[in-house]
């Protein structure tokens, strides 16, 4: 079987090279980017502490968390996938903004007011407060190995692309950026990571620019583009089927794009950790509130470039031609083609590109140190000066695991399909597994197990159904009518799925489609029911939402099974504002409060681990 990941596409060597010029501005986007993090190494107070390295000693203003908020997430994948999607699907998947603000209303006011007020470093600290140590230990886990293979994935994306502009070897692309990004991450913490995001947000947002604003001189200004596109029928808002099968419809992009934001916004290490660098709750809710307008611009630039490439393209598709192997290819194509004569421009796209790259890895590395020490080694006892070295060791091995990873990717086959499929069936238990601890005073450390268990078994199954069963994707129609070389014409884009035939299968991240496409043969029987069928159909934007729901329907039938929290009722610091006031006004109990003692005080913990325990209210002082 041939792995498509292996063959970059082929461009014209008259345009597939850099200029001196390209190589200069991506340089200068690389060393900004390492003097970011040498500048916060040798400031402040250079990274001797925990709290500092991991939440920048909770002194970060909201402007800057919110651009960094964007960037952990709007990796490679979203800036070459979505463009594509745009081309092949057409604007449907524009209706996905409107999640956005459901999102940010959300998480600000039933997520982070929790979380903060607990002063945590690891959101899976939680879990243990709310549950037990087994629930915190789980959840951890399921997010080191998301995002290890996330991070490797977003490493490996861009450097196909830049491989396909320039001809750099790919192990060359992931050694140099890599490293650039274990250096500033390693030495400069999560000022470091928030303030390089900072500024790789804005390659980002000049890249995608200069994509549009040439395309439109091209064409005599952006209103003939759209026009064109309408004439391609690829302006299309009008999906309102319920079918869950359907791929993209408005309620699957609005409500099942919800949930699947929600799991990186409202309960991800990522995001939360950037939430607690700031310096009170209300900042922490006005960054959320600053990264949503920027999602939806960063939205709308992609899909605009796609708009471009197709009107470009619509014609003379270099899909069907045979000049490319894989739609995420189409956006380094174009810039290569019809920008290259503009000396920089693509040094300047390919630093866009690895700039979404370099953010979210850098965010991906400082989290997973985060995880790492505060909730897999929580008994071992470090002094502070020890626990920041630990932390920077931990950041660095991730780093260069990742990057070894990135690498390997192209020789992993079918392994690499799996894990990637399985990544987007992650965040929907871990969003289910506190949604249930905050919404859910019922809910018992049995239930949070059994009902965790369940759903990570249903999204298994799912996503081997799915792997084994692939849906056939039809694209809108393109065709070679206007290719100068070719006399052949194809009206439309089809990918087949019949059986036992080799297929073309898009594998799906979380709320965007991946930056990879294989080859897989897949062989199915008539005998296969038409219901399981069906269920291995429904759009990937649902995963999140059946993972959560499993969650919850069993892990409250299971704790009302076991009776609850009858012997120990649920502290109300632990539960979301508004279920914790109906709860006071329906039970004046005792009350309960929460003390995190210090760490040093305290046998096997170190520092930043925290310890809590139960007291009665009267008997503590607040020192939350």
């Given at each position: 079987m041939n792995d498509t990941l292996e063959t970059p596409p082929t461009f014209p060597e008259s345009l597939g090279t850099f200029t001196i010029v390209d190589y200069i501005v991506f340089s200068i986007v690389l060393v900004v980017s390492a003097a970011i993090g040498l500048y916060h190494a040798c400031t402040g107070g250079h990274q001797r502490t925990t709290q500092e390295f991991f939440v920048g000693d909770r002194k970060m203003k909201f402007?800057?968390?919110?651009?960094?908020?964007?960037?952990?997430?709007?990796?490679?994948?979203?800036?070459?996938?979505?463009?594509?999607?745009?081309?092949?699907?057409?604007?449907?998947?524009?209706?996905?903004?409107?999640?956005?603000?459901?999102?940010?209303?959300?998480?600000a006011h039933f997520y982070i007011p929790v979380f903060y007020r607990l002063h945590l470093t690891s959101v899976y600290e939680y879990l243990q407060l709310r549950f037990c140590r087994a629930v915190r230990l789980i959840g951890a886990l399921a997010f080191i190995f998301h995002m290890i293979m996330y991070m490797s994935v977003v490493l490996y994306a861009p450097a196909l692309a830049i491989?396909?502009?320039?001809?750099?070897?790919?192990?060359?692309?992931?050694?140099?950026?890599?490293?650039?990004?274990?250096?500033?991450?390693?030495?400069?913490?999560?000022?470091?990571?928030?303030?390089?995001?900072?500024?790789?947000?804005?390659?980002?947002?000049?890249?995608?620019?200069?994509?549009?604003?040439?395309?439109?001189?091209?064409?005599?200004?952006?209103?003939?583009?759209?026009?064109?596109?309408?004439?391609?029928?690829?302006?299309?808002?009008?999906?309102?089927?319920?079918?869950?099968?359907?791929?993209?419809?408005?309620?699957?992009?609005?409500?099942?794009g919800t949930f699947t934001f929600l799991s990186n916004y409202g309960c991800n290490q990522?995001?939360?950790?950037?939430?607690?660098?700031?310096?009170?709750?209300?900042?922490?809710?006005?960054?959320?509130?600053?990264?949503?307008?920027?999602?939806?611009?960063?939205?709308?630039?992609?899909?605009?470039?796609?708009?471009?490439?197709?009107?470009?393209y619509g014609d003379c598709d270099p899909l069907?031609?045979?000049?490319?192997?894989?739609?995420?290819?189409?956006?380094?194509?174009?810039?290569?083609?019809?920008?290259?004569?503009?000396?920089?421009?693509?040094?300047?796209?390919?630093?866009?590109?690895?700039s979404g790259s370099l953010s979210t890895v850098s965010s991906g590395m400082n989290s997973l140190a985060a995880v790492t020490l505060?909730?897999?080694?929580?008994?071992?006892?470090?002094?502070?000066?020890?626990?920041?070295?630990?932390?920077?060791?931990?950041?660095?091995?991730?780093?260069?695991?990742?990057?070894?990873?990135?690498?390997?990717?192209?020789?992993?086959?079918?392994?690499?399909?799996?894990?990637?499929?399985?990544?987007?069936?992650?965040g929907g238990p871990l969003l289910g597994l506190f949604t249930l601890g905050l919404f859910f005073p019922c809910a018992n450390n049995k239930g949070a197990l059994v009902g965790v268990f369940v759903s990570f078994g249903v999204s298994t199954w799912i996503a081997i159904g799915k792997f084994l069963n692939p849906t056939p994707l039809t694209g809108l129609p393109t065709t070679l009518d206007n290719c100068p070389d070719l006399n052949t014409t194809m009206t439309t884009l089809v990918v087949d799925y019949s059986p036992v035939n080799v297929t073309t299968y898009e594998l799906y991240s979380p709320g965007y489609?991946?930056?990879?496409?294989?080859?897989?043969?897949?062989?199915?029987?008539?005998?296969?029911?038409?219901?399981?069928?069906?269920?291995?159909?429904?759009?990937?934007?649902?995963?999140?939402?059946?993972?959560?729901?499993?969650?919850?329907?069993?892990?409250?039938?299971?704790?009302?099974?076991?009776?609850?929290?009858?012997?120990?009722?649920?502290?109300?610091?632990?539960?979301?504002?508004?279920?914790?006031?109906?709860?006071?006004?329906?039970?004046?109990?005792g009350s309960h409060k929460m003390q995190r003692l210090d760490d040093l005080d305290m046998m096997d913990t170190g520092p930043g681990t925290g310890y809590w325990k139960m007291q009665p209210a009267d008997d503590l002082e607040t020192n939350l």
């Open positions: 402007i800057p968390v919110g651009f960094s908020l964007l960037a952990s997430w709007m990796s490679a994948i979203a800036l070459l996938g979505t463009p594509a999607e745009c081309y092949t699907f057409g604007t449907m998947f524009w209706l996905i903004s409107g999640s956005y603000i459901l999102v940010t209303v959300i998480a491989n396909a502009v320039t001809g750099l070897k790919i192990w060359i692309s992931l050694l140099t950026v890599g490293l650039v990004c274990v250096f500033y991450t390693t030495l400069g913490g999560i000022k470091a990571v928030i303030w390089t995001d900072v500024f790789q947000t804005m390659v980002m947002f000049t890249g995608l620019l200069a994509v549009i604003i040439q395309g439109s001189f091209a064409f005599g200004g952006f209103q003939n583009i759209w026009e064109k596109s309408v004439d391609g029928g690829r302006i299309s808002f009008n999906e309102l089927g319920i079918d869950p099968t359907i791929r993209h419809s408005v309620w699957s992009l609005v409500i099942g990522l995001s939360v950790q950037r939430y607690l660098s700031c310096p009170s709750e209300k900042d922490a809710k006005r960054a959320l509130y600053v990264n949503c307008p920027l999602m939806f611009i960063i939205l709308s630039l992609t899909m605009m470039c796609g708009l471009v490439m197709f009107a470009m069907l031609s045979g000049k490319i192997t894989k739609s995420d290819q189409l956006l380094p194509y174009y810039v290569v083609n019809e920008l290259g004569f503009i000396r920089g421009l693509p040094g300047l796209f390919t630093a866009a590109i690895f505060e909730d897999v080694l929580p008994h071992r006892r470090f002094s502070e000066p020890r626990a920041a070295l630990v932390s920077k060791i931990l950041a660095c091995t991730y780093g260069l695991l990742c990057v070894g990873l990135a690498y390997l990717a192209r020789q992993m086959g079918p392994v690499l399909q799996v894990a990637l499929s399985l990544m987007g069936f992650i489609e991946s930056a990879f496409t294989t080859e897989l043969t897949t062989e199915t029987t008539p005998e296969t029911s038409s219901l399981l069928t069906t269920f291995y159909s429904v759009s990937y934007l649902w995963y999140s939402v059946i993972g959560m729901t499993v969650v919850l329907v069993v892990g409250v039938i299971v704790s009302l099974i076991t009776c609850g929290n009858r012997d120990e009722p649920v502290d109300s610091s632990l539960l979301t504002p508004c279920i914790a006031k109906l709860r006071s006004c329906s039970c004046r109990r």
